[in-house]
């Protein structure tokens, strides 16, 4: 991966500020492939924009990611270091369509994309999202030989398929969801805690870039120079000019 310049990654930030959770993985996934259209990073595996947002995490910031976590059970603030590289390693997802059979229901079904994550996330409930992934992404469905539509399917497939499903697409795709298990070291108790890489590489975007405008600010007014030509020094550089403005 090539890392994105400073003055792309302020346009990435820029542009992020009035969009949510969504809009914003959709921002940073074009920082981490540039030059990808839309359509293709949104027709991804959710695990495969996932890996790619750990390496840009990576090729951004470091391999070193600390975390803060509250114990479900007695609610201790437990603080801790991670790996990234743990959790970027890219999977190969299926060429086809994944299929179970259970009993009377054979169902064939493909992994969720970006695009069917985005799709649940306008769902009212996560009730609702389950049942729109199911329908967007279920290839066909049969029950006793008889084919039953898509959108039916969340209402009537048993419980147990339904698990069997979740089962085979997590073991498909498991960057898709990163949940680490944390024990506390107060009472012991282990509190799963979902590690969402979006919201977390979005907020270390945002302290850098309000940091790094604060230099462009300090050097113009010292040195006149413009915004691109500050971006345009590399950090080093940058940080040794402001360090002789606060010696002067």
């Given at each position: 991966m090539t890392p994105t310049g400073p003055a792309e990654l302020l346009a990435t930030w820029e542009?992020?500020?009035?969009?949510?959770?969504?809009?914003?993985?959709?921002?940073?996934?074009?920082?981490?492939?540039?030059?990808?259209?839309?359509?293709?990073?949104?027709?991804?595996?959710?695990?495969?924009?996932?890996?790619?947002?750990?390496?840009?995490?990576?090729?951004l910031f470091g391999e070193r990611m600390q975390v803060r976590v509250e114990c479900a059970a007695c609610g201790e603030a437990m603080e801790f270091d991670l790996d990234a590289t743990l959790f970027g390693?890219?999977?190969?997802?299926?060429?086809?369509?994944?299929?179970?059979?259970d009993g009377e229901?054979?169902?064939?079904?493909?992994?969720?994309?970006?695009?069917?994550?985005?799709?649940?996330?306008?769902?009212?409930d996560q009730d609702g999202a389950r049942r729109l992934l199911m329908a967007r992404c279920t290839v066909s469905a049969v029950r006793g030989g008889d084919a039953v539509a898509p959108d039916r399917l969340a209402a009537l497939?048993?419980?147990?398929?339904?698990?069997?499903?979740?089962?085979?697409?997590?073991?498909?795709?498991?960057?898709?969801?990163?949940t680490l298990n944390v024990a506390c070291?107060?009472?012991?108790?282990?509190?799963?805690?979902?590690?969402?890489?979006?919201?977390?590489?979005w907020t270390e975007l945002d302290t850098w870039a309000r940091d790094l405008m604060l230099?462009?600010?300090?050097?113009?007014?010292?040195?006149?120079?413009?915004?691109?030509?500050?971006?345009?020094?590399?950090?080093?550089?940058?940080r040794y000019y402001l360090e002789l403005c606060a010696d002067a």
């Open positions: 542009a992020g500020l009035a969009q949510h959770d969504s809009g914003r993985s959709l921002l940073l996934h074009r920082a981490a492939r540039p030059g990808t259209g839309t359509e293709v990073l949104l027709s991804m595996p959710v695990g495969e924009r996932e890996a790619d947002l750990f390496a840009l995490r990576r090729a390693a890219r999977t190969r997802t299926p060429d086809g369509p994944l299929r179970v059979e229901w054979a169902i064939e079904f493909r992994l969720p994309t970006v695009a069917d994550l985005a799709a649940a996330g306008t769902a009212p497939l048993p419980e147990r398929v339904q698990r069997r499903l979740a089962e085979l697409a997590e073991q498909a795709d498991p960057q898709a969801d990163v070291p107060e009472c012991g108790e282990a509190t799963p805690a979902e590690l969402d890489i979006t919201s977390y590489l230099d462009v600010h300090l050097l113009a007014t010292a040195y006149g120079w413009s915004e691109p030509e500050i971006l345009a020094l590399s950090p080093l550089r940058r």
